[in-house]
């Protein structure tokens, strides 16, 4: 799905209005219906229930008019505070606030914070909270009275619904601009917002509603937006399977990792790239900890490498480059940890590897990024925020601060598919990137990095582009995450388990696809 900037959402009016000759009136008036038809499905009939919806002087201010107006004609009570006068309201917005006078709606104009207290019982006594103070055409901080009201609808402790954005969210970073309205449900019109869906916005914009307000969809198609929210519908198709097949044909993937340090972290990855269908796996670690983790996972091919000190080294290099056409795929990384025997490994890998690869963890934390630009076939890299930051020689909250743009840059510097996890995962390909939707705080735990980088292998080794591999596995690994957390909670969810929810959640794909 389409993910918007405000810049493109305004070029999409503008095409719609101007160009297309949509008249602006109308599709303020979709848009207040769209809204209608979510407040009836979450709220039952409004008819004798009251609302207060707070409109501003701008056409988000205009949508909440025609929504007042709407509410009322269906039988409800709704008090409209602007958050201004009536005379500065004009445009498209004047046209409803005229129209909504005309069917007697009750309109107060509140101009200074003091006016507040006059209006608190109203506000108390309604049932659901309308905010259409703000909407994609803020400018900078929140400023007057605008603030003090978004401020006061964030103590009431009503059910609030915001009109196409949280008033006060920037529509680009999810950052609040100063403030920004707490909402339970915002409908938003066209398409999603950038900042809907990332995090902090996310988490103001409560469940989010596209609705459909009669855009030409020509419009966002020759706009291309750079930004896209990964839905169900629209990932990579998992095909059944043939049946006349066999376990060569769902490849062979080789996980590489594991040293004296860490001992766990391959096995975690193998486990995954099987359970994501994987028809063989084998892991490669260190001599020393092989008879620690071998026989750990019956079904993976143990492989025991030339160790250096307790790390992987250039025996071991030469020792996989030997035998690489045996694999179709590499995943690198977990657990390998730190030190000039890896860096050798490393560098030599990436400079030799012919197979595509999927680095991770410790395999980023060994090398510069530039060496990326030398690798010989597609690469998809997994950092986390404490990487990526390492990697652009950043500190991790700045990496957190502008998640989007670094991945970006980082996939259009080094040529290589950048899966930025997190709190809402950023993977950046070629000139677009992706959301992931999927996952939870419960993911936040030992290892669940790991089992990302094996499900990603596992699914390139089955005949998915490494980009659509890594925006398949990030969903998968995340919808696996989310049941499990819906079925147990999300307390003690360990990797393990998530491993093992991977052939739940790709069943569960499947069903919808
Ligand atoms: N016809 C269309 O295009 C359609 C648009 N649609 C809807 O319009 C919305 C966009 O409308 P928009 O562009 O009018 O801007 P909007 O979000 O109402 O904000 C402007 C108002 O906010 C104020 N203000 C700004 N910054 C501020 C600050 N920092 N602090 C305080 N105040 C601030 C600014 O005040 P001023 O600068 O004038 O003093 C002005 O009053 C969009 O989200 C969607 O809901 C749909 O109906 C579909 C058709
Ligand atoms: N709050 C969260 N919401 C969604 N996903 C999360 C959250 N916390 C962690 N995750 C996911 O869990 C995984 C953690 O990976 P990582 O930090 O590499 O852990 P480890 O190094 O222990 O394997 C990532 O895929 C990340 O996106
Ligand atoms: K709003």
């Given at each position: 799905m389409y993910l918007l900037t405000a810049e493109e959402m305004r070029a999409i009016d503008r095409v719609a209005i101007e160009e297309i000759g949509i008249p602006g009136v109308v599709l303020m008036e979709h848009a207040a219906l769209s809204v209608l038809a979510e407040i009836e499905k979450s709220f039952g009939d409004v008819k004798g229930k009251r609302f207060a919806a707070f409109c501003?002087?701008?056409?988000?201010?205009?949508?909440?008019?025609?929504?007042?107006?709407?509410?009322?004609?269906?039988g409800a009570e709704c008090y409209v505070f602007l958050s201004g006068t009536m005379e500065e309201i004009g445009g498209d917005a004047g046209t409803n606030l005229g129209v909504l006078r005309g069917v007697g709606g009750y309109i107060a104009e509140v101009t200074q914070k003091e006016s507040i207290k006059f209006i608190e019982k109203q506000v108390k006594e309604s049932e659901v909270i309308i905010d259409a103070i703000l909407g994609t055409g803020i400018k900078g901080d929140v400023r007057g009275i605008n603030r003090d009201l978004i401020e006061f609808i964030n103590t009431v402790g009503k059910p609030v619904v915001s009109v196409d954005i949280p008033s006060g969210l920037d529509s680009d970073t999810g950052r609040p601009m100063g403030i920004a309205v707490k909402s339970d449900i915002t409908v938003t019109f066209g398409y999603p917002k950038v900042g809907e869906v990332i995090y902090p916005g996310a988490e103001y914009a409560g469940r989010l509603v596209v609705a459909d307000i009669g855009y030409p969809a020509r419009i966002v198609e020759e706009i291309n937006p750079a930004g896209r929210l990964?839905?169900?519908?629209?990932?990579?198709f998992i095909r059944d399977r043939e049946r006349d097949t066999h376990k060569?044909?769902?490849?062979?993937?080789?996980v590489i990792g594991g040293s004296k340090d860490f001992v766990g972290a391959p096995a975690i990855s193998s486990l995954a790239a099987l359970k994501s269908g994987a028809g063989l796996v084998t892991?490669?670690?260190?001599?020393?900890?092989?008879?620690?983790?071998?026989?750990?996972?019956?079904?993976?091919?143990?492989?025991?490498?030339?160790?250096?000190?307790?790390?992987?080294?250039?025996v071991a290099l030469d020792e996989v480059l030997t035998m690489i056409d045996r694999f179709d795929v590499v995943a690198v990384g977990p657990g390998l940890g730190m030190g000039e025997p890896v860096k050798a490994f490393m560098d030599g890998l990436i400079k030799n590897c012919p197979l595509p690869m999927v680095i991770d963890a410790d395999g980023l934390n060994n090398i510069e990024p530039t060496a990326l630009i030398k690798s010989k076939a597609p690469v998809v890299v997994t950092p986390h925020p404490g990487e990526m930051a390492r990697l652009t020689g950043r500190k991790t909250e700045d990496v957190n601060s502008d998640r989007i743009n670094i991945t970006r840059e980082f996939t259009r510097r080094y040529k290589a598919t950048c899966v930025l996890k997190g709190a809402r995962t950023v993977i950046a390909v070629e000139n677009r990137y992706y959301i992931i939707p999927t996952g939870n705080p419960g993911m936040a735990?030992?290892?669940?990095?790991?089992?990302?980088?094996?499900?990603?292998?596992?699914?390139?080794g089955q005949g998915f582009s490494p980009t659509d591999a890594a925006i398949l596995g990030a969903y998968v690994h995340g919808l696996a995450g989310d049941m499990l957390a819906k079925k147990r909670g999300e307390y003690g969810i360990t990797a393990t388990d998530i491993a093992s929810y991977i052939p739940v959640a790709i069943n569960e794909l499947k069903k919808r696809m």
């Open positions: 501003g002087r701008g056409n988000n201010g205009g949508d909440g008019l025609a929504l007042s107006r709407l509410l009322i004609q269906k990964a839905t169900r519908e629209e990932l990579p060569g044909n769902y490849g062979h993937v080789l892991m490669a670690v260190p001599s020393c900890v092989a008879g620690m983790v071998s026989g750990r996972i019956l079904e993976v091919i143990p492989l025991s490498l030339g160790d250096e000190d307790g790390y992987l080294g250039k735990t030992a290892g669940s990095g790991d089992v990302l980088t094996g499900v990603i292998a596992g699914f390139i």
